[in-house]
Every structure is written in C-alpha cells, then in structure tokens.
C-alpha cells in the first residue's frame, strides 16, 4: 500500500499519481461514475456552503479528465442529489460531467439519481428528466407503504423515465423480509432491487435455492454485489470499473484500487490546486 494521506504528501503522492496514469492511459473499457451526495453531509458547518461543496466536484472532475484519457463512460449515479444541490448546482455539475468525460449512449446507458420518496416531486423529476437522467431508484424505508410505491413509480413512468428501480434500508433480518420481497416485486416490478450500502450481507438469511426459486417466478435474478434484476435486462452490462467522487470516496481500475483523501479540509486543499486527491492506492 502507498500512502499519501498527509496534507502535503509530496513523493508518494506523486508516485501514487503515476501509478495511476501507468494503469489508465492505455485502457478503453467503460466506467461508471458515482457521486454519493448523502456522504457529505458530514461535512463541517463552513463545507456544508453548497456552492462549496458541489464546486469542489467539478474541480475533481476536471482533475480526473487528465488521467481518464476520455474511457467512456455507460453510467453515472449520484446518490440523493438534492440533500447537497438545489437546481442550478445539479446542473452545473451535470454540465461539468459531460464537458470532462467521454459520455456514450444506448439502451444499456443509465444515468441514475437515487432519491428518497419525499425528494420524488415532479419539478425535482421534470429537472432529472431534462438533464438526461432515465433511471430513478427510490429509497424504500422499513415502513414503506405498497401503494404509495406504486403510486410514486406511476408518476415516473408519466415522465417517461425509462427504469424505475428499488433501493431497500432493510435486509434478510427481518421476519417479514420473503413477504415484502415478494410484495415490491410483483406489485412494483422494479427494472433492479438494491439494499442500501451500509447494510453488510443483506440476503444472508434466504440465499441459496430457496432465493433463485423466489427470484425466478417473478422473472429476476441475483446479480453482482446483491443487485436483484430482471431477466434480459440491458442494464446486467455495467462496466466493473467505477470512478468515485468526493472525499474519502473510493475508486476501482481493474486490479487497482484508490481512496480520496478522507477529510474535508486535505481533499479542499488539493482540488483547489487542480491536483487529484488521490490519498492512496494498491
């Protein structure tokens, strides 16, 4: 492991950095691209300023523009988008996003924001819609309410939103889980089932036969890192390697791995120098 998680790292940053641009430059597989608003909200009193805090993404980005050598890109996620941006910030950054990075299109393309249910009005999906997003994935809490769901989903589709997807806040632990399983898939059809990622293992409870046998009759199937999808879905070609944003956010490139700096105030220092905040990589 190299490490450069001092403000000033100095060589190994810049060994760490070269390391990088060794394993990217030739590469011209897909990436995806995540921005998970929801982990700044961490951030002390002076970075929680929105201009700040979505500024320093697309300063980020720029950074990354050098190393990425333009790899096109078949998915961008950002998570809860309107707990750190009002409109005029989401589509600077949207901007920013197409004017930094080789974006492709197609139907196997997602560009995805993952809201919670009270974030799900129809100017905040007009302004999605209108920035290119097609696929919204709604939060679903432990509570949720079925026709609630099937009400939000209908107003999406009215929209035109091309896949409607779930992301639960609850696993396998639950008593009831088979039941509402069963419940979300056959009443919603969502195009993907997710679980939130703070929750560890979330299937451990009913995988194995008993799990394909239930996934089968609706018409699903377990796909990587516990995403449950339609059969012949064009979204089960998601590109493995995945660039990551903002602090302490973690990046995949084939074998290698990398990890922003961590605080708020080391990754500041180092995207308001146009330099990457690359903190470490093996």
């Given at each position: ?7 000033e ?23 995806a ?15 929680m300023?929105?201009r ?8 980020e ?89 099937r ?17 639960l ?14 419940e ?53 070609s ?45």
């Open positions: 492991m190299l490490n450069a998680v001092h403000e790292p100095h060589l190994p940053q810049e060994v760490v950095l070269e390391l990088l641009h060794c394993q990217l430059r030739n590469n011209i597989a897909p990436l691209l995540e921005i998970d608003c929801a982990a700044m909200r961490t951030w002390g009193e002076e970075q300023q929105e700040f805090r979505y500024q320093n993404l697309v300063r980005l720029r950074a990354w523009n050098h190393y990425l050598n333009r790899r096109p890109i078949s998915r961008i996620l950002i998570n809860e988008p309107f707990c750190l941006m009002d409109a005029p910030s989401l589509t600077e950054l949207t901007h920013a996003i197409g004017q930094n990075l080789k974006l492709i299109s197609g139907n196997h393309v997602e560009h995805t924001a993952t809201l919670a249910i009270a974030d799900i009005t129809r100017q905040n999906i007009a302004l999605l819609k209108g920035l290119g997003f097609n696929h919204i994935e709604i939060r679903v809490p432990v509570d949720f309410d079925i026709q609630q769901l009400q939000v989903k209908q107003t999406l589709l009215e929209f035109k939103i091309a896949y409607v997807s779930l992301q806040d609850f696993g396998s632990e639950r008593d009831a889980f088979s039941m509402q399983l069963m979300l898939l056959s009443f919603v059809e969502p195009a993907t089932l997710a679980f939130h990622r703070s929750i560890k293992d979330p299937l451990a409870r009913i995988a194995g036969e008993g799990l394909t046998a239930l996934l089968m009759q609706f018409g699903y199937f377990l796909h990587e890192d516990n995403t449950i999808m339609r059969f012949n879905s064009p979204l089960r998601r590109p493995t390697d995945c660039v990551r944003l903002g602090p302490g956010a973690a990046s995949r490139f084939g074998a290698m791995r990398t990890v922003n700096f961590a605080t708020a105030l080391a990754y500041h220092a180092r995207v308001q120098t146009n330099g990457l905040p690359v903190a470490t990589c093996r």
